[in-house]
């Protein structure tokens, strides 16, 4: 139902920053909640933060708080993660994902983007 489309990865040098997007489509209603989430190789997927519909709700992982900022336009269906101050291991896949609820693990999540690569150079 839900389709989630990912783009804004590359490479950074550290103390640089990166924006990634989500575009969400068909019908995002139910989601009450988007999430980021990364893996690194030999890592557990990682939650990063989270954003309800309004945008009044904002949770981050402490790993990333105060670095990165998670905001959304819901006239364009779309979120995004403003990556700043970015360090080596901060270096994973990047992954955002459409949930009922607020959740920081992986499967309280419904729908997945394809992930995109993030990779900070020291």
């Known amino acids: 139902q839900v389709q989630l489309v990912e783009s804004g990865g590359g490479l950074v040098q550290a103390g640089g920053s990166l924006r990634l997007s989500c575009a969400a489509s068909?019908?995002?209603?139910?989601?009450?909640?988007m999430g980021w989430f990364r893996q690194a190789p030999g890592k557990e997927r990682e939650f990063v933060g989270a954003i309800n519909r309004s945008g009044g709700l904002i949770k981050y992982a402490d790993s990333v708080k105060d670095r990165f900022t998670i905001s959304r336009d819901n006239a364009k269906n779309t979120v995004y993660l403003q990556m700043d101050t970015l360090k080596p291991e901060d270096t994973a896949v990047y992954y955002c994902?459409?949930?009922?609820?607020?959740?920081?693990?992986?499967?309280?999540?419904?729908?997945w983007g394809q992930g995109t690569q993030v990779t900070v150079a020291s």
């Open positions: 068909g019908g995002t209603l139910s989601m009450q909640f």
């Open positions: 994902a459409a949930g009922p609820r607020y959740g920081s693990s992986r499967y309280e999540y419904n729908y």
